[in-house]
């Protein structure tokens, strides 16, 4: 068992390795672009005195708002997406 784990570790090295030679090369626009379609972000927001939760792609374009964070991360698992809490 602990060479499969010793094996997954080396692959998560090289796949961030990979990552970052990648991002040393990439232009601005490629940058700028990067994780868009991977990444959502959710912050809390009120709304006509409730307390809601808005999502957003990663270059801020709004996305929904849903009544809890819970359903948040839902909302962006279901599109494949990678949630992160913005505060």
Same mark, same amino acid.
């Given at each position: 068992m602990a060479g499969n784990d010793e094996? $997954?570790?080396s692959a998560d090295a090289g796949l961030a390795g990979d990552m970052q030679v990648r991002a040393r090369t990439m232009t601005g626009a490629e940058l700028r672009d990067w $994780?868009?379609?991977e990444v959502a972000y959710f912050r809390t927001i009120m709304h006509e005195g409730a307390t809601l939760v808005a999502i957003h792609a990663a270059d $801020?374009?709004?996305v929904g708002i849903v /009544?809890? /964070? !819970?359903s948040a991360v839902d909302a962006i698992l /279901?599109? !494949?997406m990678v949630p992160t809490f913005l505060q």
């Amino acid at each position: 068992m602990a060479g499969n784990d010793e094996r $997954g570790a080396s692959a998560d090295a090289g796949l961030a390795g990979d990552m970052q030679v990648r991002a040393r090369t990439m232009t601005g626009a490629e940058l700028r672009d990067w $994780g868009m379609k991977e990444v959502a972000y959710f912050r809390t927001i009120m709304h006509e005195g409730a307390t809601l939760v808005a999502i957003h792609a990663a270059d $801020g374009t709004p996305v929904g708002i849903v /009544e809890d /964070e !819970d359903s948040a991360v839902d909302a962006i698992l /279901e599109q !494949d997406m990678v949630p992160t809490f913005l505060q």
